[in-house]
DNA sequence: CATGAATGAGGTTTCATTCAT
DNA sequence: TATGAATGAAACCTCATTCAT
């Protein structure tokens, strides 16, 4: 369906390659809507498909099972929000470490928002997918890019604490999930965002100053 | 709205004689350890019933569904630990602020910790069964609890910062949260309640120096 | 529903395990019908459940998956097949060999015959159910019994063929099948059976010749 | 009706083209090796014709359909199999009696040794392809064949036993096939071999001599 | 009250077959 | 002519829930 509306409209000859990742796309927006509409345990594969536009057969084409796609999905997401903090982390090196720390705070929130449909949604099948051992290596990701770039704060003395690290982002994933699952409004995120970087900076001292 | 719910998922009927109340709490018991053994989507009514030790017609005795059965458990969890965190409340008044936060703070992890096979558990079910409007209720009932506390701190100058208290306490979540369904060892448990102290205190200290 | 009939003609209360009895004959039943009305490869757990009077719930709670229903079923058939001829073994000891021979034969053929429907229905599903190791077991065991019975054969003077019971048994088969599979009449059964008996008596007795 | 088979399941287009020609005896040779390592019912047209280094597509222009690619497999190893029996009877006329079954048992056995893997696989779908009707086919031709030679008999009186005929073939048929699904050594199936020739030289002379 | 057999809607997944490229 | 993405009917199986005993 997709594919006929870019080939009436876009060049004659499609290459097979973009006519399937095309469908591909369609089947995981599909994937979000039907979570944000249905609900995670009335997700059906059937339904996936019909909101995709196509056949259940053609799903099964690109994953195997149930499971994959919802996984596959989460994994993109958790991609994404990654590569967002660990670019920040690129920009912020060498800066002060408060400096650091609000911008660090700021790409996740900021990439949470993004797709804030999506984070939501993914709240709902997360458990079922082994999603606390995509979290964690999430994390570890996280941290480590987060732990280089402390390394060029010229008004850190010690080596970073990780421990303090750990505790930052879990307390940044915990404030940010009650507040799209409450679906609070831009505004209250805005507040959100910078009660979240006051929290970090003070804490990242206070932890700094204790480990000193 | 929440009365209707209550309605609607309580369970069924009063223990009254001591026969039924053991036969409920039993089946409690034995959805937790079906949840934690098998799985949120491979808990069933029957398994669960067999882990009680009664039969299916038993356990819808109690409870009209199975969503309401899954409801009173996650509900019985979140009264125990939002009563420990009252007490803890109710304990601290007049004590200087950071005082009050430390005793929060524990209270909540002490709470959680009791039953981390609970905790557990139950995030792998909580999106099915309206879980964040339930967390929701919940945290305004802590929430006030706090704020009133908080009202008789000798060293607060202004009225306590409601936003900041629902900072601090999605924070706490989250970082449970982690550490939780990671498994984490009681020695990484300990240090995490600690930072989550001096997290919450530091934060609540820098929240209120801006809000003057 | 054969349940109610039962009920309603019968003793007013049935025991349950009559009850479970009854519904797990009639699905075993109604497996043959469907293997013989609508062949091996329209068979589903489905129709079969449809033609017990059963729901396919119901089916389900007595055989874990399609294939363990059909193997039960094959099983029976060849538990029956290998009880008969057992018991002509018993019977005909201390007999003369040919003797020995034709009941055994015939013992055999009749028990093919008494039920030929489900020993054609079930040539068509065998492949699929590791019929050949089933098979083959139900063989050895045949091959045992004969091989006793042979020792107290008092014009026998070697230990008996093993090998050549195995031919015996194997040459038997296929010549039932083919008749079965043919669906051909009483009559040609009749005189298929007469010429088994001396097929192989004459080869038995070639065989002893040639070993002495 | 044998006509109308044939036409309805018979390759849809006669290779005359060298390249054809491979396409098709590649497709043939990978339904085997898909039957041998698959199973019968994890046989799919996709699977073959990717074992055989063709598309899906490539397949459905050489058979209408599964069925058709199936029985031709089968139809083939049928007419080897007849075609070496036939060749042997040729070639025994006029020898003695016993002589005649010698070979011609031998050359049914030979036959289906020399690709003992068809052999197998076919067991498997046989039930599924009309295979009774076809393996009746082939047996009346036979038969024919065998009649025919035994006319030429000097040590024959009497015409020859039709029935009888038709009592070693299954015989012999279900031997092979007891071995064969056995998956019998070399050795074994020499002896196997020896004993046919036995059983139905052993038989037939019984059977003449009652016939007279 | 307790039991557990029965129900059947509905979910996941497969695969023969077609057809646009 | 070859390709392989797409189709969708249909199979297997589960499990919340009921109700006769």
Do not use: W
């Amino acid at each position: 369906m997709a594919a006929d509306v870019a080939t009436a409209f876009g060049p004659r000859k499609m290459p097979i390659q973009t006519r399937a990742t095309v469908t591909v796309g369609a089947i995981c927006e599909a994937t979000i809507q039907v979570l944000l509409s249905h609900g995670a345990d009335r997700l059906t594969t059937t339904r996936v498909a019909a909101r995709a536009g196509v056949s259940v057969g053609t799903l099964y084409q690109y994953y195997p099972n149930k499971h994959s796609l919802l996984f596959a999905v989460f994994e993109d997401h958790m991609n994404k929000v990654s590569q967002a903090v660990e670019a920040a982390c690129a920009d912020a090196c060498y800066r002060p470490m408060s400096e650091m720390i609000r911008r660090v705070v700021e790409a996740f929130v900021d990439a949470k928002m993004q797709r804030a449909d999506i984070s939501v949604a993914l709240y709902k099948v997360a458990p079922d997918l082994g999603g606390p051992a995509l979290v964690r290596r999430t994390g570890q990701r996280l941290r480590k890019a987060i732990e280089l770039m402390l390394l060029t704060a010229p008004d850190l003395k010690l080596s970073p604490d990780r421990f303090a690290i750990d505790m930052v982002l879990s307390a940044i994933s915990g404030a940010m999930r009650s507040a799209l699952e409450a679906g609070a409004s831009p505004a209250v995120f805005r507040k959100v965002r910078a009660h979240l970087v006051l929290l970090c900076q003070s804490y990242m001292a206070a932890a700094a100053a204790k480990g000193a």
